[in-house]
């Protein structure tokens, strides 16, 4: 598929707001849970689509996509291609790596387990009943994963250390540098869920000295659901087996067809691509090519500043109204979310306070997609949001409390 969308220069943020479908009447503060399809990504999944109707698919330029995608993935990250894999989503990413390391009896994992989504923590339980290792766990401290403390659980058995880069409840960010300095220094592997931060924070797997990274598509990085990344380090990918193997995971050479048979005498494919299992998600693939292309010519680095920028805004504007903010006063643990009321006053996507769940009501009828999470009221931004959709929610909120 030859990339007739493809820009080059760099792009502000005003002008990369322009490709994306805003409607007027709606503010959308839920790139937490579905980031916005942009009109470039759109346009190429109809041109698929109807290369699918019409028979005229050319799997040569499908491949082509699939590495150029691979490649604008590993820049946005600051690694190299050949440390990137392909996941149907997070879930798959994590299991990759949990299913890989060889473990041994009396090993342990260290999980900080109340603030990870579910699919962070199964993985684990799964490895405990298969190989007899220890699940580690640390308190959380107020909401955030507390660095110091999985830091201190690390032992002579402590095989792995996973943590989320930032939480998708309360939405606070975690020092990762920090346990990937430690676990470098004693070979223990560091595998992040970055779901919630890659393509809005920026995301530098060597300065964060990070081991293995996983994201799907349909957050941050504005793509589809049923895909998703996996990064893992060169040099520990190399001493990885995936649990699962096939053709595209064998070394047969540059060139070799993706049904060439091998011979029982093979090598795996260099760092992460030994992960790589069967045909692509082509659908998913030509929507991330243009997704990350704007991302990548718009540049983390700025799409942080400017989803800091709208946080603090509102943060500061809803403590000014008496609003209870997770997290309090913008810090080192603001990212692009926002969360309104007590964290575990609810279940997943319910709340047990009564003037959550009506603020949450005035927000929707106002036209605010957002969502609830653990009992708290969630916004999140992208590079699409301004300052209109903060109004709109501080309109909201000063009627919620006037009327109380």
């Not at 440390?83 to 390391?101: D, R």
């Not at 402590?158 to 939405?171: E, H, I, K, N």
């Not at 209109?388 to 309109?395: A, F, K, T």
């Amino acid at each position: 598929m030859n990339d007739k969308h493809d820009q080059t220069c760099g792009l502000t943020i005003e002008a990369a707001t322009q490709l994306f479908d805003r409607k007027a009447a709606t503010s959308y503060l839920n790139s937490c849970s579905r980031g916005l399809l942009p009109m470039p990504a759109r346009t190429a999944l109809a041109e698929h689509a109807e290369e699918l109707a019409s028979g005229a698919v050319n799997k040569s330029e499908l491949f082509l996509a699939v590495e150029d995608t691979r490649a604008a993935f590993a820049r946005l990250i600051s690694a190299d291609a050949d440390e990137i894999a392909y996941t149907k989503n997070v879930s798959e990413g994590l299991n990759m790596i949990a299913a890989a390391i060889d473990w041994r009896a009396g090993d342990n994992v260290v999980v900080c387990l109340d603030m990870e989504h579910p699919n962070n923590v199964y993985p684990w339980f799964n490895q405990r009943a298969r190989h007899d290792i220890e699940v580690r766990t640390v308190e959380n401290r107020d909401g955030h994963v507390d660095s110091g403390r999985l830091i201190d659980a690390i032992d002579d058995q402590t095989r792995l250390v996973t943590m989320p880069s930032v939480t998708f409840a309360p939405g606070f960010r975690a020092e990762i540098a920090a346990v990937g300095q430690v676990c470098r220094e004693r070979g223990i592997f560091l595998l992040v869920d970055a779901v919630q931060s890659v393509g809005l924070l920026k995301s530098d797997v060597k300065q964060l000295g990070v081991d293995g990274l996983v994201v799907s598509t349909q957050k941050g990085l504005c793509g589809l659901y049923g895909m998703g990344f996996l990064y893992c380090r060169r040099d520990w990918a190399e001493r990885l087996v995936p649990a699962y193997l096939a053709r595209f995971g064998i070394d047969l050479g540059s060139g070799a067809h993706e049904a060439a048979m091998g011979t029982s005498d093979y090598d795996l494919m260099p760092g992460a691509r030994r992960f790589d299992l069967g045909n692509y998600n082509y659908p998913a693939i030509v929507v991330a090519q243009q997704s990350l292309k704007i991302l990548e010519r718009v540049g983390t680095a700025a799409i942080e500043t400017h989803v800091k920028k709208l946080s603090a805004r509102l943060i500061e504007s809803l403590l000014d109204l008496n609003l209870p903010v997770a997290g309090g006063v913008p810090g080192s643990h603001t990212g692009s979310i926002v969360c309104i009321g007590e964290v575990g006053k609810g279940g997943h996507d319910t709340t047990d306070d009564l003037q959550i769940a009506h603020l949450s009501k005035q927000l929707e009828a106002a036209g605010v997609v957002h969502t609830i999470r653990r009992g708290m009221v969630r916004l999140a931004f992208h590079l699409y949001n301004d300052e209109s959709d903060i109004e709109r929610v501080l309109d909201v909120a000063r009627v919620h409390k006037a009327v109380g």
